[in-house]
């Protein structure tokens, strides 16, 4: 077989993308340019293609900045040419021949067939189309009124947007695959499944996929539910006098484009409402429609433990594409404080909030997120104590001291936030099976000192803020592959052995105690 070689064009737009990401430009505009695909670059012209109108529009609104990476990139004079090309996924849409009402169904996307009512006339130009596209918008707008799943998206929520979202290492995988998917671009993502500690991002970027689709594509229907609000609507059907009420839940969960559901491990446990739920998302999916979820553990973790789901349901969550969004470091938080603090101030000025007019030093700056926990809810709000004193402070000739932000730490994260070390779960795990530290990292391989390496991978997996390759360097430099297959035996076990389990969560609450 012939090896593969990288393209000019290839080589140059990777390039683009790193020297782009540099430039202070929002997050989007990177996702847009990442989802883009380099097809040929021939005098002085990288041309690119695009399956979404959108992306065509925005990125041309930024191509100055584009072309000046794309010029440092090639060392030459180079511009972008940006093509929008029908989703290969997709039937393209007629413009040049005559179209009958039952072939324009076919061109419409698998997830919104169901909501397509085309003019009965020949789809021919433009205009037809449009007219087309508006019958599929009032047919969705009549959709979502006479479904009460369907709530007004409130002033909070709408703040929740994909260019609010700030984003770094930590989150791009997630934050790239909520924009696709709010795109309509990659029927591969369904379910899209983001999973992490509370307080990251997940459910920013849930609602920014709902507010996406309110706002650009009104003719898919989107409903937003919270894991405990669905395990409501569930249980209020069930034990309602008329016998009809879980079959009308039922119809009206049925007829959704667009279903997002969050904090989904709280459904763990509940029979009755998983059941419920693994009809849906099958009769939904099969449908061609789209789901995204959000935990605090992956889907194979939602299986552990006497109250896990079953592997037909963490199977299914698994089934489409999952992706982590894992605590902030020193940077991102550095980039988070800037971020919060420039709106907060913007958004002062325009509302007329009082002592937001503030402006804290670099040096402060940079303390503060030395200093800031990992929940970026709670790192607003600490923004929030802090600009608030440095604004009531200027009015007096004064500063935000460091003593300031040490106090504003102390009552932001009262309790403190622990950094667990990949030595601290060796130390415990070797407490507790009695062994030493060279029998845990070494190579012996009976059936103790196995049982305490695989426990040893996984607590560092769950509790360390580390890759796989940080990992293996504590156990004597084990690869990639090692490491995985130790963290589903873990896995696999807890679902299946209650006492393996509960050693398990003994050996974990040793180490996290009550900090």
Request: overall charge negative.
């Amino acid at each position: 077989m012939e090896p593969e070689f990288e393209s000019d064009a290839d080589a140059v737009w990777q390039d683009t993308l790193d020297l782009v990401s540099e430039k202070n430009l929002p997050g989007s505009i990177l996702a847009m340019l990442g989802s883009c695909h380099p097809v040929s670059l021939e005098n002085g012209v990288l041309r690119v293609e695009t399956h979404s109108r959108i992306v065509t529009s925005r990125l041309s609104k930024n191509s100055s900045v584009i072309d000046e990476c794309l010029t440092q990139a090639a060392f030459e004079p180079t511009k972008i040419d940006v093509h929008f090309v029908p989703d290969p996924a997709r039937k393209p849409i007629a413009t040049a021949s005559t179209v009958t009402a039952e072939e324009a169904r076919e061109w419409i996307e698998p997830a919104q067939r169901a909501t397509a009512t085309p003019s009965p006339r020949a789809i021919s130009s433009e205009d037809d189309w449009q007219r087309a596209a508006a019958e599929r918008e009032e047919d969705a707008q009549s959709r979502r009124k006479a479904n009460p799943l369907v709530d007004d998206i409130s002033e909070n929520d709408s703040r929740l947007t994909f260019d609010r979202f700030v984003v770094g290492e930590e989150n791009t995988f997630a934050y790239q695959a909520a924009l696709q998917v709010a795109n309509g671009e990659n029927h591969n993502y369904n379910p899209l499944f983001i999973y992490g500690k509370s307080g990251l991002g997940k459910t920013h970027l849930l609602r920014a996929i709902q507010n996406y689709i309110a706002t650009n594509d009104p003719s898919r229907v989107c409903v937003y539910k919270d894991g405990s609000a669905f395990i409501t609507d569930y249980t209020t059907a069930m034990s309602h006098r008329e016998k009809s009420a879980p079959e009308i839940l039922r119809e009206n969960y049925y007829d959704i484009d667009v279903l997002i559901i969050d904090d989904i491990q709280k459904l763990s446990g509940k029979t009755g409402t998983v059941d419920f739920f693994f009809d849906a998302f099958n009769h939904l999916t099969s449908a061609g429609k789209q789901i995204v979820l959000a935990a605090d553990r992956s889907p194979s973790q939602l299986g552990m433990g006497p109250d896990g789901m079953d592997e037909r349901v963490t199977s299914r969550l698994d089934s489409g594409f999952s992706t982590s969004i894992q605590t902030p470091s020193y940077e991102l938080k550095l980039r988070l404080i800037n971020t919060f603090l420039e709106r907060m101030k913007n958004d002062g000025e325009k509302e007329h909030v009082p002592n937001c007019s503030g402006t804290i030093s670099k040096d402060n700056q940079e303390y503060m997120a030395s200093k800031a926990g990992a929940n970026i809810r709670v790192i607003e709000g600490f923004c929030l104590r802090c600009l608030t004193t440095e604004s009531l402070r200027e009015e007096s000739g004064k500063e935000l001291t460091h003593e300031d932000i040490n106090h504003f730490v102390k009552i932001s994260w009262p309790n403190g936030e622990r950094d667990y070390q990949i030595e601290d779960i060796q130390r415990a795990v070797e407490q507790y099976f009695d062994i030493s530290h060279s029998d845990l990292i070494g190579q012996k391989r009976n059936k103790e000192i196995m049982e305490a390496r695989h426990i040893a991978a996984w607590l560092s997996k769950e509790l360390c803020d580390v890759t796989y390759a940080e990992i293996g360097a504590h156990f004597g430099g084990r690869n990639h592959a090692t490491l995985l297959h130790s963290v589903r035996v873990v896995e696999e076990k807890s679902k299946k052995d209650k006492l393996y389990y509960d050693r398990l969560m003994q050996i974990k609450e040793s180490i996290t105690g009550s900090a």
